[in-house]
């Protein structure tokens, strides 16, 4: 056998480096194994079994025995090419390679070789009768298997490792092109746009950035590879790509091989995926380590950009406290302080109070995670408004997202709640990718500058009601809150519950199983002013069997069908009762 990559400082032959997974991963990826059966050839080889396999990569070379060696031991060979010849053949018993039938050798060293998913085999040196026996052991598994002459080995060999070195060379001599193309777009101050730009120079297809949660900030490519993009199984009904499904890295051949992401990091914040799309070719390992390249980059470029934003997110959550409380000054100057700031708040407007439903302040995450979550809550409030209507203020505060939302004159309740809803779907997306579930408040339309306190404080006052009416993720139009707005200015939640379960008494519990059925047949009752005929109706119960209930009901309560104070002492204790977070 050709001691290839067997020196004595390198017994185990080409080692990979070991990825992030522990599994042997090498730097940069090989040459082709067809590219190698055309070496062949011109050494007057041939492929002798496996033609049908000639597609695999070949990063490296490993004699015969290290190789069963590995493969005994569980070992993944990878990417390598195992060599050998007449001698380490005949030796392969002693390595533990015969077949587990008492098979012949040939079987046997094919089977480990199969089952540690060798690239392939270079045999030299075997007889007719050998060579037969080792082809027809590989047929089955399709184990590509390269005869070369004796004579032509050694010439072979350094060819081939000379081509996987020039390969490895350019490959390298990319990612340092890449790398510096990359970086300039930075420094220049260029975008996220700009760099998926080159990202689909180098790769062709389509190149995007999103979120963690998968809203895409940036994109390039032609109109058709974007659109063959958009229109796969990756992205949701918003257009929110399945972050919490989308693999990271390189992968294997297969339906989704025309696509790799890999993920932005800085330090130890995730700040979303870089992913390629190529509708013509699979993405190889050389592509996913260019877009790992322009991931690092990318990540240069959002710190850069959150720090700007830092800085101009300051000065607009100011004036826009001071708008919502009424300290902007005068509405013109108001009108023109924001619209310096990009803003126009010279329209019909509605204002929107986002929350997240998790209690933050009980919260077992840590504060640093608590503000990188709400960050990224603003943010996404941001993205979805600014798409839609950028001249709308958007700004996160640290427990709320306060949104001023532009809507048509003279838009009614049911018009306004058609647009806010979109925003807030947007926003949702189909849940996932980390994404917090939050409830919105909605203010009545406003037509000045000076309606936006009024405004603010019903928009407030709808996201928590509407949350304890509905639970979370509602959201709530001010003007749907009835009783329930008056109810909530009461401060404290324990004069609510005792004058429950002074007016309700047993019925306020769920102590008996029946409690629910009769809280349900007297709110019923109070909501038909006691029509006992169409709440029979309403419950589907016969007459009688409701007229024994209400019997129930006033031996507990008291004669509400004929005193209407207690009537509306029960009706908002029921309306206190259905209040949550109380």
């Known amino acids: 056998m050709v001691k290839v990559a067997n020196d004595p400082s390198r017994t185990e032959g080409d080692l990979p480096a070991v990825g992030r997974s522990g599994e042997p991963e090498p730097e940069v990826s090989g040459i082709s194994l067809r590219l190698i059966a055309g070496l ?33 031991a569980g070992a993944h060979l990878g990417h390598r090419l195992v060599l050998a010849d007449a001698a380490s053949l005949a030796e392969s018993g002693e390595s533990g390679a015969p077949s587990e039938d008492g098979g012949s050798r040939m079987a046997g060293v094919v089977a480990l070789l199969h089952s540690a998913e060798a690239a392939g085999l270079v045999v030299s040196g075997l007889d007719d009768a050998a060579t037969a026996e080792l082809v027809a052991a590989a047929e089955p598994v399709a184990l590509p298997v390269i005869e070369i002459p004796l004579d032509r080995i050694a010439a072979f060999t350094t060819e081939v490792l000379s ?8 490959t390298l001599r990319r990612l340092e092109d890449a790398d510096r193309a990359l970086v300039q777009i930075v420094l220049a101050g260029g975008s996220l746009d700009d760099l998926c730009e080159q990202v689909v120079g180098f790769l062709d297809g389509a190149a995007m950035v999103t979120t963690t949660d998968g809203r895409v900030i940036a994109r390039a490519g032609s109109a058709r590879e974007l659109a063959h993009a958009e229109g796969l199984d990756c992205f949701d009904r918003t257009g929110r790509l399945l972050t919490e499904a989308e693999p990271t890295g390189p992968r294997p051949d297969g339906p989704n091989a025309n696509r790799a992401a890999v993920r932005i990091v800085a330090g130890h914040l995730d700040h979303g995926l870089l992913i390629a799309f190529c509708s013509q070719r699979r993405l190889t390992t050389d592509d996913v380590r260019l877009l790992e390249r322009a991931a690092t980059v ?45 803003w126009d708040i010279d329209r019909p407007l509605v204002v929107v109070v986002a929350e997240t439903d998790e209690d933050d302040d009980r919260s077992t995450r840590d504060g640093e995670e608590v503000r990188f979550l709400q960050q990224r809550f603003a943010r996404a409030w941001t993205h979805a408004v600014a798409v839609r209507d950028a001249a ?9 997202v306060v949104a001023l939302i532009g809507v048509p004159e003279g838009s009614d309740t049911d018009q306004v709640m058609r647009i806010v809803g979109e925003y807030v779907r947007v926003v949702r997306g189909d849940g996932g990718g980390g994404r917090r579930s939050f409830s919105a408040g909605v203010s009545r339309p406003i037509g000045s500058v000076a309606g936006l306190p009024q405004a603010y404080d019903e928009a407030l006052s709808a996201v928590t009601v509407g949350r304890q009416m509905h639970g979370d993720g509602a959201l709530t139009h001010v ?25 309700l008494r047993e019925l306020a519990t769920d102590d008996s199983p029946e409690y629910a059925g009769l809280r349900q ?62």
Not at 48 to 64: C, E, I, K, N, Y
Not at 479 to 503: C, N
């Open 40 to 72: 062949a050839a011109t050494a007057h080889g041939s492929v002798r079994a496996g033609s049908s396999r000639l597609d695999v990569t070949v990063d490296g070379t490993a004699p015969l025995r290290t190789a069963l060696r590995d493969a005994v």
């Open 163 to 170: 081509a996987i070195l020039d390969h490895q060379t350019a």
């Open 298 to 342: 990318a990540a240069l470029a959002i710190t850069k950009d959150s720090a700007v934003s830092a800085v101009e997110s300051k000065y607009r959550a100011e004036f826009l406290r001071d708008a919502l409380a009424g300290r902007a000054g005068t509405p013109v100057d108001a009108v023109a302080h924001a619209r310096s700031l990009g």
């Open 392 to 400: 709308s203020p958007v700004m996160g505060f640290s427990r709320e």
């Open 479 to 503: 003007d749907g809150l009835g009783i329930y707005r008056l109810l909530a200015l009461i401060p404290d939640g324990t004069d609510l519950r005792r004058f429950v379960h002074e007016s």
């Open 521 to 582: 047949t007297l709110g019923i009752l109070i909501d038909t002013n006691m029509n006992v005929a169409e709440t029979a109706r309403l419950l589907f119960f016969h007459y009688n069997t409701l007229r024994y209930r209400i019997g129930k009901l006033e031996k507990i309560l008291g004669p509400f069908t004929t005193d209407p104070d207690l009537r509306l002492t029960l009706a908002l204790a029921l309306k206190i009762h259905q209040m949550r977070g109380i």
